[in-house]
Protein backbone atom coordinates (compact mmCIF):
# COMPACT_ATOMS: atom_id res chain seq x y z
CA UNK A 1 0.00 0.00 0.00
CA UNK A 2 1.24 3.14 -0.87
CA UNK A 3 2.39 6.00 1.68
CA UNK A 4 3.84 9.27 2.11
CA UNK A 5 7.17 10.27 3.37
CA UNK A 6 7.50 14.05 4.59
CA UNK A 7 10.49 15.27 5.46
CA UNK A 8 8.88 19.14 7.78
CA UNK A 9 9.45 22.25 9.09
CA UNK A 10 9.99 23.51 5.56
CA UNK A 11 8.76 27.06 4.49
CA UNK A 12 6.46 26.66 1.53
CA UNK A 13 6.76 29.54 -1.13
CA UNK A 14 5.15 29.48 -4.30
CA UNK A 15 1.76 29.06 -6.40
CA UNK A 16 -0.66 26.18 -6.43
CA UNK A 17 -3.52 26.09 -9.42
CA UNK A 18 -6.65 24.94 -7.57
CA UNK A 19 -8.78 22.10 -9.92
CA UNK A 20 -12.20 21.36 -10.18
CA UNK A 21 -14.59 20.82 -7.89
CA UNK A 22 -14.89 16.82 -6.88
CA UNK A 23 -18.30 17.43 -5.06
CA UNK A 24 -19.25 19.77 -8.02
CA UNK A 25 -18.26 17.72 -10.81
CA UNK A 26 -20.34 14.59 -8.71
CA UNK A 27 -23.31 15.45 -9.23
CA UNK A 28 -23.21 17.15 -12.18
CA UNK A 29 -21.95 13.49 -13.46
CA UNK A 30 -25.00 11.99 -12.40
CA UNK A 31 -27.16 14.52 -13.91
CA UNK A 32 -26.46 14.10 -17.48
CA UNK A 33 -28.20 10.73 -16.99
CA UNK A 34 -31.25 13.15 -17.70
CA UNK A 35 -31.00 13.74 -20.98
CA UNK A 36 -29.88 11.86 -23.69
CA UNK A 37 -26.81 12.82 -25.65
CA UNK A 38 -23.27 14.40 -25.62
CA UNK A 39 -21.57 16.06 -22.75
CA UNK A 40 -18.17 18.01 -22.79
CA UNK A 41 -16.65 18.70 -18.91
CA UNK A 42 -13.68 20.82 -18.54
CA UNK A 43 -11.70 21.21 -15.65
CA UNK A 44 -12.53 18.01 -14.03
CA UNK A 45 -10.27 17.05 -11.72
CA UNK A 46 -8.19 13.41 -12.25
CA UNK A 47 -9.56 11.94 -8.83
CA UNK A 48 -10.02 8.40 -7.67
CA UNK A 49 -13.85 9.51 -7.31
CA UNK A 50 -13.85 10.69 -10.87
CA UNK A 51 -12.87 7.36 -12.02
CA UNK A 52 -15.18 5.61 -9.88
CA UNK A 53 -18.24 7.79 -10.77
CA UNK A 54 -17.51 7.30 -14.66
CA UNK A 55 -17.57 3.66 -13.98
CA UNK A 56 -20.97 3.31 -12.35
CA UNK A 57 -22.32 5.74 -15.42
CA UNK A 58 -20.57 2.81 -17.93
CA UNK A 59 -22.35 0.20 -15.82
CA UNK A 60 -25.67 2.07 -16.58
CA UNK A 61 -25.00 2.32 -20.02
CA UNK A 62 -23.65 5.71 -20.92
CA UNK A 63 -19.99 5.92 -22.50
CA UNK A 64 -17.17 7.47 -21.26
CA UNK A 65 -13.76 8.64 -21.93
CA UNK A 66 -11.70 10.79 -19.53
CA UNK A 67 -8.53 12.71 -20.46
CA UNK A 68 -6.52 15.64 -20.13
CA UNK A 69 -9.06 16.75 -17.14
CA UNK A 70 -11.76 16.56 -19.80
CA UNK A 71 -14.90 14.28 -19.55
CA UNK A 72 -16.86 13.14 -22.62
CA UNK A 73 -20.14 11.54 -21.85
CA UNK A 74 -22.59 10.08 -24.25
CA UNK A 75 -25.68 8.95 -22.06
CA UNK A 76 -27.79 7.74 -25.11
CA UNK A 77 -27.84 4.86 -23.48
CA UNK A 78 -29.43 4.14 -20.31
CA UNK A 79 -30.50 0.18 -19.96
CA UNK A 80 -29.35 -0.82 -16.02
CA UNK A 81 -30.52 1.82 -14.12
CA UNK A 82 -28.80 0.31 -11.16
CA UNK A 83 -25.71 1.53 -8.56
CA UNK A 84 -24.12 -1.81 -7.10
CA UNK A 85 -23.23 -2.16 -3.90
CA UNK A 86 -19.42 -2.46 -5.03
CA UNK A 87 -19.40 1.17 -6.31
CA UNK A 88 -21.41 3.02 -3.47
CA UNK A 89 -19.30 1.26 -0.55
CA UNK A 90 -15.80 2.77 -1.84
CA UNK A 91 -17.73 6.35 -3.16
CA UNK A 92 -21.35 7.63 -1.13
CA UNK A 93 -21.65 10.11 -3.82
CA UNK A 94 -23.38 7.30 -5.91
CA UNK A 95 -26.36 7.81 -4.27
CA UNK A 96 -26.89 11.07 -6.74
CA UNK A 97 -28.26 8.71 -9.64
CA UNK A 98 -31.21 8.14 -7.38
CA UNK A 99 -32.43 11.54 -8.48
CA UNK A 100 -31.92 11.21 -12.90
CA UNK A 101 -32.96 7.41 -13.08
CA UNK A 102 -36.03 8.17 -11.59
CA UNK A 103 -35.91 11.64 -13.83
CA UNK A 104 -35.52 9.35 -17.08
CA UNK A 105 -36.79 5.87 -16.50
CA UNK A 106 -39.01 6.37 -13.57
CA UNK A 107 -36.83 3.35 -11.69
CA UNK A 108 -33.78 2.99 -9.75
CA UNK A 109 -31.98 0.73 -7.91
CA UNK A 110 -29.15 1.78 -5.47
CA UNK A 111 -27.43 0.04 -2.74
CA UNK A 112 -28.34 1.66 0.71
CA UNK A 113 -25.39 3.62 1.45
CA UNK A 114 -23.75 2.29 5.08
CA UNK A 115 -22.01 4.11 7.48
CA UNK A 116 -18.77 5.76 7.29
CA UNK A 117 -15.61 6.20 8.98
CA UNK A 118 -17.20 9.18 10.80
CA UNK A 119 -20.59 7.12 11.98
CA UNK A 120 -24.05 6.93 10.41
CA UNK A 121 -24.65 9.00 7.31
CA UNK A 122 -28.59 8.62 6.62
CA UNK A 123 -29.92 9.41 3.63
CA UNK A 124 -34.01 9.39 5.58
CA UNK A 125 -34.49 12.80 3.63
CA UNK A 126 -34.26 11.90 0.34
CA UNK A 127 -36.17 9.14 0.74
CA UNK A 128 -38.79 10.93 2.55
CA UNK A 129 -38.74 13.81 0.16
CA UNK A 130 -39.04 11.20 -2.98
CA UNK A 131 -41.99 9.12 -1.15
CA UNK A 132 -43.31 13.19 -1.25
CA UNK A 133 -43.04 13.17 -5.42
CA UNK A 134 -45.12 9.62 -5.17
CA UNK A 135 -41.77 7.28 -5.71
CA UNK A 136 -42.85 3.64 -4.32
CA UNK A 137 -39.72 2.76 -2.24
CA UNK A 138 -38.34 -0.40 -0.86
CA UNK A 139 -35.80 -1.98 0.76
CA UNK A 140 -34.77 -5.56 -1.17
CA UNK A 141 -31.48 -7.10 -0.39
CA UNK A 142 -29.47 -3.93 0.56
CA UNK A 143 -30.47 -2.21 -2.08
CA UNK A 144 -33.39 0.92 -2.41
CA UNK A 145 -35.87 -0.43 -4.99
CA UNK A 146 -37.56 3.26 -6.14
CA UNK A 147 -40.29 3.32 -8.96
CA UNK A 148 -42.71 5.67 -10.37
CA UNK A 149 -42.21 9.04 -12.10
CA UNK A 150 -41.74 11.76 -9.55
CA UNK A 151 -45.14 14.23 -9.05
CA UNK A 152 -44.10 17.56 -7.77
CA UNK A 153 -45.20 18.38 -4.28
CA UNK A 154 -44.23 21.00 -1.77
CA UNK A 155 -41.50 19.45 0.22
CA UNK A 156 -39.44 21.51 3.42
CA UNK A 157 -36.37 19.70 4.08
CA UNK A 158 -35.34 19.42 8.14
CA UNK A 159 -31.87 20.25 7.26
CA UNK A 160 -30.67 22.05 4.36
CA UNK A 161 -28.60 18.51 3.10
CA UNK A 162 -26.28 18.71 0.09
CA UNK A 163 -27.24 15.33 -1.46
CA UNK A 164 -30.77 15.24 -0.97
CA UNK A 165 -30.89 18.79 -2.12
CA UNK A 166 -29.13 17.71 -5.35
CA UNK A 167 -31.03 14.65 -5.86
CA UNK A 168 -34.53 16.33 -5.59
CA UNK A 169 -33.88 18.98 -7.91
CA UNK A 170 -32.18 16.14 -10.31
CA UNK A 171 -35.54 14.14 -9.64
CA UNK A 172 -37.98 17.46 -9.58
CA UNK A 173 -36.73 18.74 -13.05
CA UNK A 174 -38.57 16.13 -15.55
CA UNK A 175 -41.62 15.50 -13.27
CA UNK A 176 -45.06 15.79 -13.49
CA UNK A 177 -46.17 19.90 -12.37
CA UNK A 178 -44.44 22.22 -9.63
CA UNK A 179 -41.81 21.19 -6.69
CA UNK A 180 -41.11 23.09 -3.74
CA UNK A 181 -37.90 22.74 -1.68
CA UNK A 182 -37.68 24.28 1.01
CA UNK A 183 -34.66 24.90 3.30
CA UNK A 184 -32.75 23.62 0.86
CA UNK A 185 -28.85 23.78 0.82
CA UNK A 186 -26.74 26.62 -0.39
CA UNK A 187 -23.68 25.02 -1.00
CA UNK A 188 -21.42 26.50 -4.35
CA UNK A 189 -21.73 22.80 -5.65
CA UNK A 190 -25.81 22.70 -5.33
CA UNK A 191 -25.63 26.31 -7.61
CA UNK A 192 -23.24 25.08 -10.01
CA UNK A 193 -25.93 22.03 -10.07
CA UNK A 194 -28.34 24.41 -10.74
CA UNK A 195 -26.69 26.39 -13.54
CA UNK A 196 -26.02 22.94 -15.39
CA UNK A 197 -29.64 21.68 -15.03
CA UNK A 198 -30.45 24.89 -16.05
CA UNK A 199 -28.45 25.07 -19.06
CA UNK A 200 -30.42 21.22 -19.93
CA UNK A 201 -33.55 23.60 -20.17
CA UNK A 202 -34.71 22.54 -16.60
CA UNK A 203 -37.20 25.44 -14.98
CA UNK A 204 -35.78 26.38 -12.04
CA UNK A 205 -36.27 29.20 -10.15
CA UNK A 206 -34.53 30.60 -6.68
CA UNK A 207 -31.38 29.29 -7.00
CA UNK A 208 -29.37 30.29 -4.19
CA UNK A 209 -31.76 31.12 -2.33
CA UNK A 210 -33.15 28.76 0.05
CA UNK A 211 -36.70 27.89 -1.71
CA UNK A 212 -36.55 26.37 -5.16
CA UNK A 213 -39.50 26.58 -7.23
CA UNK A 214 -39.06 23.63 -10.48
CA UNK A 215 -41.34 23.25 -13.18
CA UNK A 216 -41.23 19.85 -14.47
CA UNK A 217 -40.02 19.73 -18.10
CA UNK A 218 -41.30 16.71 -20.79
CA UNK A 219 -37.69 16.40 -21.79
CA UNK A 220 -33.80 18.20 -21.35
CA UNK A 221 -31.19 18.61 -23.64
CA UNK A 222 -27.51 17.90 -23.27
CA UNK A 223 -25.09 20.52 -22.30
CA UNK A 224 -22.15 21.07 -24.97
CA UNK A 225 -19.72 22.00 -22.99
CA UNK A 226 -19.27 23.30 -19.35
CA UNK A 227 -16.82 24.25 -16.55
CA UNK A 228 -16.09 22.72 -13.02
CA UNK A 229 -16.24 25.34 -10.42
CA UNK A 230 -12.82 25.76 -8.49
CA UNK A 231 -12.52 23.23 -5.35
CA UNK A 232 -12.96 25.74 -2.72
CA UNK A 233 -12.04 22.80 0.49
CA UNK A 234 -8.21 22.27 -1.94
CA UNK A 235 -8.31 25.98 -1.81
CA UNK A 236 -8.65 26.21 2.05
CA UNK A 237 -6.74 23.21 2.63
CA UNK A 238 -3.54 24.99 0.54
CA UNK A 239 -4.55 28.27 2.42
CA UNK A 240 -3.93 26.40 5.90
CA UNK A 241 -0.68 25.05 4.65
CA UNK A 242 0.39 28.39 3.95
CA UNK A 243 -0.63 29.25 7.15
CA UNK A 244 0.96 26.30 8.66
CA UNK A 245 4.62 26.24 6.74
CA UNK A 246 5.64 30.12 6.84
CA UNK A 247 6.37 31.50 3.53
CA UNK A 248 3.85 33.17 1.01
CA UNK A 249 1.50 30.94 -0.79
CA UNK A 250 -0.67 32.20 -3.80
CA UNK A 251 -3.88 30.18 -4.64
CA UNK A 252 -4.44 30.33 -8.11
CA UNK A 253 -7.91 29.44 -10.00
CA UNK A 254 -10.02 30.10 -6.73
CA UNK A 255 -13.66 31.51 -6.28
CA UNK A 256 -12.74 33.82 -2.91
CA UNK A 257 -16.15 34.70 -2.02
CA UNK A 258 -16.71 30.40 -1.44
CA UNK A 259 -14.39 30.81 1.19
CA UNK A 260 -14.80 34.17 2.51
CA UNK A 261 -15.30 32.38 6.16
CA UNK A 262 -12.23 30.83 5.87
CA UNK A 263 -10.60 33.94 4.73
CA UNK A 264 -11.67 35.72 7.68
CA UNK A 265 -10.97 32.79 10.16
CA UNK A 266 -7.03 33.03 8.67
CA UNK A 267 -7.12 36.58 9.19
CA UNK A 268 -7.72 36.26 13.01
CA UNK A 269 -5.37 33.97 13.42
CA UNK A 270 -2.88 36.63 12.79
CA UNK A 271 -1.73 35.72 8.92
CA UNK A 272 -2.19 38.15 6.36
CA UNK A 273 -4.62 37.00 3.57
CA UNK A 274 -4.33 39.28 0.27
CA UNK A 275 -7.42 38.89 -2.31
CA UNK A 276 -6.45 39.82 -6.18
CA UNK A 277 -9.31 38.57 -8.60
CA UNK A 278 -9.36 34.78 -8.68
CA UNK A 279 -5.63 34.20 -6.87
CA UNK A 280 -5.70 34.62 -2.58
CA UNK A 281 -2.12 35.20 -1.16
CA UNK A 282 -1.50 33.85 2.44
CA UNK A 283 1.77 34.89 4.58
CA UNK A 284 2.58 32.94 7.16
CA UNK A 285 3.76 34.09 10.46
CA UNK A 286 5.37 32.56 13.05
CA UNK A 287 2.82 32.99 16.00
CA UNK A 288 -0.69 31.90 15.02
CA UNK A 289 -3.28 33.20 17.37
CA UNK A 290 -6.05 30.26 18.34
CA UNK A 291 -9.25 30.74 16.63
CA UNK A 292 -12.59 28.62 17.57
CA UNK A 293 -14.60 27.19 14.81
CA UNK A 294 -17.64 25.53 14.45
CA UNK A 295 -18.68 23.80 11.19
CA UNK A 296 -22.22 25.00 9.78
CA UNK A 297 -23.80 24.80 6.32
CA UNK A 298 -22.96 26.90 3.87
CA UNK A 299 -22.02 29.90 3.95
CA UNK A 300 -20.79 28.76 7.04
CA UNK A 301 -17.76 27.31 8.24
CA UNK A 302 -17.18 23.80 6.04
CA UNK A 303 -17.26 19.76 7.60
CA UNK A 304 -14.94 19.22 5.09
CA UNK A 305 -12.04 21.99 6.68
CA UNK A 306 -12.92 21.01 9.87
CA UNK A 307 -9.60 18.04 10.38
CA UNK A 308 -6.88 20.81 8.57
CA UNK A 309 -8.17 23.67 10.92
CA UNK A 310 -7.38 21.20 14.16
CA UNK A 311 -4.15 20.08 12.21
CA UNK A 312 -3.57 24.20 12.22
CA UNK A 313 -4.37 24.92 15.73
CA UNK A 314 -2.64 22.46 17.30
CA UNK A 315 0.71 24.73 16.06
CA UNK A 316 -1.32 28.29 17.43
CA UNK A 317 -0.20 30.05 20.92
CA UNK A 318 -3.23 28.82 23.44
CA UNK A 319 -6.58 27.09 23.22
CA UNK A 320 -8.49 27.04 20.99
CA UNK A 321 -12.08 24.47 20.23
CA UNK A 322 -13.15 23.32 17.02
CA UNK A 323 -17.10 22.04 17.00
CA UNK A 324 -18.44 19.88 14.30
CA UNK A 325 -22.25 20.37 14.24
CA UNK A 326 -22.95 18.63 10.84
CA UNK A 327 -21.36 14.86 11.43
CA UNK A 328 -20.35 14.85 15.12
CA UNK A 329 -18.09 11.74 15.21
CA UNK A 330 -16.09 12.87 12.60
CA UNK A 331 -12.71 13.05 14.53
CA UNK A 332 -10.63 9.50 13.48
CA UNK A 333 -7.34 12.38 12.26
CA UNK A 334 -7.46 13.63 16.22
CA UNK A 335 -5.30 10.48 17.78
CA UNK A 336 -3.20 10.32 14.46
CA UNK A 337 -2.22 14.29 15.48
CA UNK A 338 -1.25 13.85 18.65
CA UNK A 339 0.97 11.23 17.28
CA UNK A 340 2.47 13.96 16.12
CA UNK A 341 2.67 15.65 19.83
CA UNK A 342 -0.27 17.73 19.69
CA UNK A 343 -2.69 18.11 23.01
CA UNK A 344 -5.95 18.05 21.86
CA UNK A 345 -8.72 15.98 23.32
CA UNK A 346 -12.10 15.26 22.82
CA UNK A 347 -15.99 16.03 24.63
CA UNK A 348 -18.51 14.87 21.94
CA UNK A 349 -18.10 16.53 19.09
CA UNK A 350 -15.71 19.22 19.98
CA UNK A 351 -11.90 19.31 20.24
CA UNK A 352 -9.93 21.49 22.40
CA UNK A 353 -6.46 21.94 21.18
CA UNK A 354 -3.69 23.40 23.30
CA UNK A 355 -1.37 25.02 21.03
CA UNK A 356 2.47 23.29 21.07
CA UNK A 357 5.90 24.81 20.05
CA UNK A 358 6.71 21.94 17.89
CA UNK A 359 4.63 19.29 16.47
CA UNK A 360 7.40 16.03 15.51
CA UNK A 361 7.47 13.68 12.89
CA UNK A 362 6.17 9.98 13.46
CA UNK A 363 4.45 7.52 11.57
CA UNK A 364 0.52 7.80 10.85
CA UNK A 365 -2.35 6.60 9.21
CA UNK A 366 -5.48 8.30 7.20
CA UNK A 367 -8.69 7.11 7.43
CA UNK A 368 -10.63 9.38 4.83
CA UNK A 369 -9.92 12.63 2.74
CA UNK A 370 -9.63 14.83 4.65
CA UNK A 371 -8.42 13.50 8.10
CA UNK A 372 -5.62 12.41 4.93
CA UNK A 373 -5.37 16.55 4.54
CA UNK A 374 -4.80 17.03 7.92
CA UNK A 375 -2.19 15.20 8.41
CA UNK A 376 -0.40 16.12 5.64
CA UNK A 377 -0.60 19.48 6.29
CA UNK A 378 0.29 18.75 10.36
CA UNK A 379 3.67 16.60 8.92
CA UNK A 380 4.42 19.26 6.76
CA UNK A 381 4.85 21.47 9.98
CA UNK A 382 6.69 18.68 11.85
CA UNK A 383 10.43 18.89 12.83
CA UNK A 384 11.61 15.43 11.14
CA UNK A 385 10.21 12.83 9.24
CA UNK A 386 6.32 11.48 9.25
CA UNK A 387 5.13 8.19 7.64
CA UNK A 388 1.51 8.56 6.14
CA UNK A 389 -0.31 5.31 5.57
CA UNK A 390 -3.53 4.15 3.46
CA UNK A 391 -3.14 7.42 1.29
CA UNK A 392 -5.55 5.84 -1.19
CA UNK A 393 -7.81 7.99 0.88
CA UNK A 394 -6.45 11.32 -0.03
CA UNK A 395 -6.10 10.47 -4.24
CA UNK A 396 -9.97 10.21 -3.59
CA UNK A 397 -9.92 13.83 -3.42
CA UNK A 398 -6.72 15.75 -4.39
CA UNK A 399 -5.35 15.70 -7.73
CA UNK A 400 -1.73 14.88 -7.10
CA UNK A 401 -1.14 16.46 -4.16
CA UNK A 402 2.44 15.78 -3.42
CA UNK A 403 3.76 16.89 -6.76
CA UNK A 404 1.87 20.20 -6.14
CA UNK A 405 3.09 20.68 -2.85
CA UNK A 406 6.56 19.48 -4.02
CA UNK A 407 6.20 22.44 -6.43
CA UNK A 408 6.35 25.31 -3.59
CA UNK A 409 8.73 23.39 -1.35
CA UNK A 410 7.32 20.47 0.41
CA UNK A 411 9.96 17.57 0.65
CA UNK A 412 7.19 14.52 0.46
CA UNK A 413 7.88 11.58 -1.32
CA UNK A 414 5.14 8.96 -2.02
CA UNK A 415 6.50 5.17 -2.07
C1 LIG B 1 -21.79 16.84 3.78
C2 LIG B 1 -21.52 18.33 3.79
C3 LIG B 1 -20.87 18.67 2.47
C4 LIG B 1 -19.61 17.81 2.35
C5 LIG B 1 -19.93 16.32 2.48
C6 LIG B 1 -18.71 15.43 2.46
C7 LIG B 1 -22.86 20.06 4.86
C8 LIG B 1 -24.20 20.63 5.05
N1 LIG B 1 -22.76 19.04 4.00
O1 LIG B 1 -22.62 16.60 2.66
O2 LIG B 1 -20.56 20.04 2.41
O3 LIG B 1 -18.97 18.03 1.14
O4 LIG B 1 -20.61 16.13 3.71
O5 LIG B 1 -17.87 15.70 3.48
O6 LIG B 1 -21.90 20.52 5.42
N2 LIG B 1 -28.62 14.03 7.01
C9 LIG B 1 -29.67 13.29 7.49
N3 LIG B 1 -30.43 12.60 6.58
C10 LIG B 1 -30.20 12.63 5.26
C11 LIG B 1 -29.11 13.38 4.76
C12 LIG B 1 -28.34 14.07 5.68
O7 LIG B 1 -29.92 13.24 8.68
O8 LIG B 1 -30.94 12.00 4.49
C13 LIG B 1 -27.77 14.79 7.96
C14 LIG B 1 -26.38 14.24 7.98
O9 LIG B 1 -26.22 13.17 8.88
C15 LIG B 1 -25.57 15.46 8.37
C16 LIG B 1 -26.32 16.60 7.71
O10 LIG B 1 -27.65 16.11 7.50
O11 LIG B 1 -25.60 15.64 9.75
C17 LIG B 1 -25.69 17.08 6.39
O12 LIG B 1 -25.96 16.16 5.43
P1 LIG B 1 -25.65 16.37 3.89
O13 LIG B 1 -25.41 17.79 3.58
O14 LIG B 1 -26.65 15.63 3.10
O15 LIG B 1 -24.37 15.54 3.81
P2 LIG B 1 -23.52 15.30 2.60
O16 LIG B 1 -24.26 15.38 1.32
O17 LIG B 1 -22.76 14.08 2.97
Redesign the pocket.
Known amino acids: MEKFEILGARELNGKIKINGAK?ALLPIMTSTLLAPGNYLLNNVPDLKDTRTMAELLRRIGASVSFKNNQLLINTVNVSKPVAPYDLVKTM?ASFYVLGPLLGRLGHAEVSLPGGCAWG????????EALKKLGVNISLEGGNIVAKGNPIGNNIKF?????????NLMMASVLGKGQTILKNV?L?P?IISLGDFLIKMGADIKGLGTSELVINGKDRLNPVDEFDIIPDR?EAGTFLIAGAMCGGSIEIENVNPDHISIVIDKLIESGVRVKTVKNSIIVNGNKKIKPVNVT????PGF???LQAQWIAYMTIANGLSTVTDE???DRFTHVPELNRLGANITMNKNTATIIGVSNLKGAPVMSTD??ASASLILASLASIGKSKISRIYHIDRGYEKIENRLKKVGADITRS
Open positions: NRPRPVDIHIKFPSVGATGAEDITAPYPTDIYYIR
